[in-house]
């Protein structure tokens, strides 16, 4: 199997570049369903049969099955990159090392998978999903995923890894935006017959940010603030938002009660929470059993040992995780840079996760591998 993939280590680089070269921001619907177009047609050739197109709020998303899935390969085809980063940035391959846009996150994974199914023979038993609004928090896609894993034997993401190690962990995530109502008046003339929505937020500021419990690893980072129209005026409203993470349920829970719990503390003012927790942690529990398999199947490959990375951002494995799902992330790409200009991916690294990954579809799906 490894020594197969590694022959077609060449045409994965192909993949690669037709993937990058077609670029896909989340923000470009039209992009989007070109990238689908070149990825369900690159998939359609390693694969030999369609691409289920599935419309979810306007976007294009894929999905490849045959039989009754037993694991779901999960990833994304769209980039944090606007349009035009792939012309000033173009896909590159220089000393084993392949550049561009989106290459790391996560295009080399979805060519890794793919070529890990296409080793395998299109089996029975395992289904393929790719959408397009992961770097954008799955707003249409949360459904279909969910949809896709629930009742499953285990999901298994295409993300890129950490360093080369697996993703045994994720910090679950939560955004709220706090608005603060207060009363206008004259600065200079009768500041006293105001209520400085300014002032009620900068207390609530505070607040929040010690919620935060660096032992227990849950960050609370309030982090865009607006208040006031002149400079003469006590401010009549402001606003904030909060950014917070965290590796349990419980304490995302913890935070979340005291943050929709904040109450004026100035008379006069009003206080409105929106928001709330936004994807589940990917607790450690869920990856155990898969990431021992992974290790084995490493040894058995003869590859160097793989390691685990608990990471505080979240991917679409939150969401398998939460429904009870076995997930195991971070199977894609190894090499670095993601969401920044120096992305990278280490090209003789592809045909072995390409292998570990075809090696735990074969385990899971009771094939051979």
């Known amino acids: 199997m490894l ?22 921001p989340s923000a470009d619907v039209g992009a989007l369903r070109r990238c689908a177009d070149v990825t369900a047609d690159l998939a359609r050739r390693l694969l030999g049969f369609e691409a289920d197109r599935l419309e979810r709020g306007g976007r294009p998303h894929l999905r490849w099955s ?34 561009g846009p989106g290459a790391f996150d996560m295009k080399a994974g979805i060519v890794q998978g793919l070529f890990a199914l296409a080793a395998l023979g299109a089996p029975d038993g395992v ?18 995923i969910e949809e896709s894993a629930r009742g499953l034997d285990a999901v298994l ?76 005026t006590v401010p009549a409203a402001a606003h904030f938002s909060v950014d917070a993470r965290a590796w349990t349920t419980g304490e995302l829970e913890r935070v979340d009660g005291a943050v929709r719990g904040l109450a004026p503390i100035a008379a006069g003012a009003a206080l409105e929470v929106a928001g709330g927790i936004d994807r589940p942690p990917l ?13 084995a199947h490493a040894a058995a490959l003869g590859l160097d040992p793989l390691e685990g990375a608990e990471v505080g951002g979240g991917s679409d494995g939150n ?17 670095g840079g993601a969401h920044a200009e120096d992305e990278h991916v280490v090209v003789d690294r592809m045909p072995e996760r390409a292998a570990l990954v075809a090696a735990l579809v074969a385990e899971l799906t009771g094939g051979s591998s």
């Open 3 to 24: 020594t197969g993939l590694r022959d077609r280590t060449p045409a994965m680089v192909e993949a690669l570049g037709e993937l990058v070269a077609s670029e896909s």
């Open 66 to 99: 045959r039989g009754a899935p037993r694991v779901l390969l999960l990833g994304h085809f769209d980039t944090v990159w606007p349009a035009g980063s792939v012309a000033a940035r173009p896909f590159a391959v220089r000393d084993g090392v392949a550049t």
């Open 127 to 144: 289904a393929l999903l790719l959408t397009s609004d992961e770097e954008i928090g799955a707003p249409t896609s949360r459904g279909l």
């Open 157 to 232: 993401l295409l993300e890129p890894s950490a360093d080369g190690a697996l993703k045994v962990a994720r910090k679950g995530s939560a955004r709220y935006d706090v608005a603060v109502r207060g009363r206008a008046a004259h600065a200079g003339l009768e500041p006293e017959r105001g209520v400085n929505a300014l002032v009620e937020l900068a207390a609530h500021v505070l607040g929040v940010a010690a919620l935060a419990d660096p032992a227990a690893g849950t960050t609370v980072t309030p982090a865009v603030a607006a208040a006031g129209t002149t400079t003469n």
């Open 283 to 295: 607790e450690r529990s869920a990856s155990t059993v898969l990431f021992a398999r992974a290790q």
């Open 319 to 335: 969401l398998t995780a939460a429904l009870g799902v076995p997930t195991l992330d971070g199977l894609g790409a190894v090499g």
